[in-house]
């Protein structure tokens, strides 16, 4: 193998956040499930989770760097140089066994299976649930059982407001969830650990699926909100105030005099919670409504107007 640095094309004085971030970039370029059709994409995705594996580990990274263990991650032996240079130990395990397994003693890929699930939302980056058989970084398959489990969350306007909402678990057990602001309909969380446990297995996550309940009232827009507002036809002609339903309360608007219907009123900050920070906005849209018992009236005046 290569030196781990070149392969994911960084400097040996690289920070932990920018190995990652190249970690990231070439994952996402040669998946096999990305790379169906390309057979020879599944070394080349090999070699970078094996780079990563050492060099994205502080601890192996420093070994590597002071020279204690090669580009595949083994041990470098010391004073055998009458075998020819080679390693009369390599190929063994550190349990003892014999066999061109994984260096890193049976597991493996642990390092960079966290990027992965981030990635690809599931362990190894292609896994598939329910048992069935999914992609090794290596491009072989292993039929294990996934951990994860997936749920759905019903979210209302109120929580998306607050920015949580409760949810109950396979267990029984009733958690809060924080909902990130402008999330969209089936968006995904992810929380680390709560998905299944067996003995010695990492945890599974628990995969939340945002089903975001519509509003009868407010339409939204990423966080923005949008209102119709009645409006008196006397308040719209001569002007007035009226009270608006906010989050945060009512509050009064002044309507100017001459209002048409459809004019949109923004209130500032009286949104729901923006990505950047802050609030976004209510839009109140002008409804005029015409009076139901001053109708012939109204119908009068018309009529001496064309006169």
Do not use: W
Not at 206 to 212: E, N, S
Request: aromatic fraction near 6%; hydrophobic fraction near 30%; glycine fraction near 16%.
């Amino acid at each position: 193998m290569r030196d781990p640095y070149s392969v994911l094309g960084v400097a040996k004085g690289a920070s932990e956040k920018d190995i990652k971030s190249a970690f990231r970039k070439l994952a996402k370029k040669y998946h096999p499930d990305q790379n169906k059709d390309n057979a020879g994409t599944q070394a080349k995705f090999a070699e970078i989770n094996q780079a990563y594996e050492i060099i994205g580990d502080k601890e192996k990274r420093g070994q590597f760097d002071r020279g204690e263990i090669d580009e595949s991650g083994k041990q470098k032996a010391h004073g055998f140089e009458g075998f020819g240079g080679q390693n009369p130990f390599e190929g063994f395990q550190q349990n003892g066994s014999r066999g061109g397994g994984n260096p890193f003693g049976g597991g493996g890929f642990g390092n960079a299976e966290d990027v992965l699930s981030e990635i690809f939302g599931s362990a190894f980056g292609g896994q598939a649930r329910g048992g069935q058989q999914g992609m090794h970084p290596g491009g072989s398959q292993r039929g294990v059982q996934s951990l994860d489990v997936e749920m759905k969350a019903a979210v209302s306007l109120e929580d998306l407001f607050r920015g949580k909402t409760n949810v109950r678990m396979p267990d029984g057990k009733q958690i809060s969830v924080s909902i990130p602001p402008e999330a969209e309909n089936g968006q995904t969380i992810r929380l680390k650990g709560k998905g299944k446990h067996t003995s010695g297995r990492k945890p599974g996550d628990a995969l939340i699926a945002l089903v975001i309940k519509s509003n009868a009232k407010y339409q939204r827009n990423g966080a923005d909100l949008k209102t119709e507002l009645p409006i008196p036809l006397e308040t719209a002609v001569m002007g007035g105030k009226v009270k608006v339903e906010t989050e945060d309360g009512r509050i009064s608007l002044t309507i100017p005099a001459g209002t048409s219907s459809g004019k949109v009123f923004r209130l500032k900050g009286k949104g729901l919670p923006k990505k950047a920070g802050g609030q976004g906005d209510l839009l109140v849209s002008a409804s005029i409504q015409l009076p139901e018992d001053d109708a012939s009236q109204l119908q009068e005046f018309f009529k001496n107007r064309k006169k």
